[in-house]
């Protein structure tokens, strides 16, 4: 790749997009670090607030996952755009999700469960409860617990990977683009903004009453509305340019909203315009960083379940040495899940999806 693709002057966000080079991966790498810092004092405190990382109550490890849905609803937008195959695309999200999900859960089960559980081989084999977290990983359900008795005595007992509950709502947001695009909306930026905009307003209208509705309609409004900021970002990139000045002045705003109820609308603009910049706007020299490995999946699913292992054999009593050893052995498993599964089953996008079109057609005309 070239590393002239990286330049100082103020492109167009489309411009930008059309580059060979950017600096998305290290981005994502960034924003899983971000989660796996918060989450080092999270599992040993059992309480979100002692993050130490925190403005107007939001904390890095929330401010790093509605990160990963704007960059999320920014490419993946542009990708469906790019090539509007509707099982290329399908194809191409169940090979990017669940290869290296369905490895995590088979070594929650088969590996993590019979180690760290209470259980006797006998009793935790002969569990219905291991086969039910099974089939909540795989089906996006309740991914809260875990193997059963697992880390009996951590302050969060019983659970496995606290961060795939995100990963239920990237996969309504994969469905949410694939409707958009059907209903024609993804073709008018007038109408992404709108329906952006309606999402905003739901996202305040929750926060109202708090109390009366379930944390899934929360969870749901709040990522949908920094997924379709992604969207919007992509059906303006003609409009928006890749600008310091404006990034500057979008952290300002921000911080002038902090002590109100909108500030985490604030708050994704900001992040908004950092993934811009770190992701374009860097000079020439960064550009080598874009060649670095795409770890960002197998730190997010993995970091939990290995600082509840540290923990659970006494290696871990402080959040800092917690960080010091789950982010290098994140890191190695995240490497081995990007070598052994996640890239190889990326490299079969294209003969899956031509295999899936093969079998629709020769059931079409049986």
């Not at 694939?178 to 739901?202: D, H, M, Q």
């Not at 197998?298 to 290696?315: A, E, K, N």
Request: proline content about 6%; aromatic content about 12%; hydrophobic content about 55%.
């Amino acid at each position: 790749m070239s590393t002239k693709a990286i330049q100082s002057r103020t492109p167009t966000l489309a411009e930008a997009l059309d580059r060979p080079v950017n600096l998305f991966t290290p981005v994502r790498l960034f924003m899983a670090l971000g989660v796996l810092l918060g989450h080092s004092f999270i599992v040993l405190n059992n309480d979100g607030a002692s993050e130490p990382l925190i403005l107007f109550n939001i904390t890095i490890s929330y401010a790093a996952v509605n990160g990963f849905f704007i960059l999320s609803g920014l490419l993946i937008t542009r990708s469906f755009d790019q090539r509007a195959d509707v099982v290329r695309f399908v194809t191409a999200r169940v090979l990017r999700l669940f290869p290296a999900l369905i490895a995590l859960s088979l070594a929650a089960v088969l590996l993590f469960g019979p180690v760290f559980t209470l259980l006797t081989p006998a009793a935790y084999f002969t569990d219905i409860s291991i086969w039910r977290y099974l089939c909540d990983v795989l089906t996006f359900g309740n991914t809260s617990g875990g193997p059963p008795q697992i880390f009996p005595f951590n302050p969060k007992a019983g659970e496995f990977s606290n961060a795939l509950w995100t990963l239920r709502y990237e996969a309504i947001a994969y469905g949410g683009t694939l409707c958009l695009a059907v209903l024609g909306l993804s073709r008018s930026r007038i109408r992404v903004l709108a329906v952006f905009v309606l999402t905003v307003f739901a996202f305040i209208a929750v926060r109202t009453v708090p109390d009366l509705l379930p944390d899934q309609l929360m969870d749901l409004t709040r990522l949908g509305m920094a997924y379709l900021l992604g969207a919007v970002l992509y059906a303006w990139r003609d409009t928006i340019r890749i600008c310091g000045r404006t990034a500057m002045i979008i952290v300002a705003l921000a911080l002038l909203f902090g002590p109100t109820s909108s500030y985490e609308i604030m708050l994704n603009f900001t992040l908004a315009a950092g993934v811009l910049m770190v992701g374009f706007g860097l000079p020439v020299a960064f550009a080598p960083l874009a060649r670095i490995p795409d770890l960002s999946y197998g730190i997010y699913i993995w970091q939990w379940p290995l600082m509840q292992s540290l923990y659970h054999v006494g290696f871990v009593r402080d959040p800092y040495t917690m960080m010091i050893l789950a982010l290098p052995l994140s890191a190695l498993f995240a490497a081995v899940s990007w070598y052994w599964i996640e890239k190889p089953a990326l490299a079969l996008k294209t003969p899956l999806a031509a295999w899936v079109k093969g079998r629709l057609r020769a059931y079409k005309t049986a």
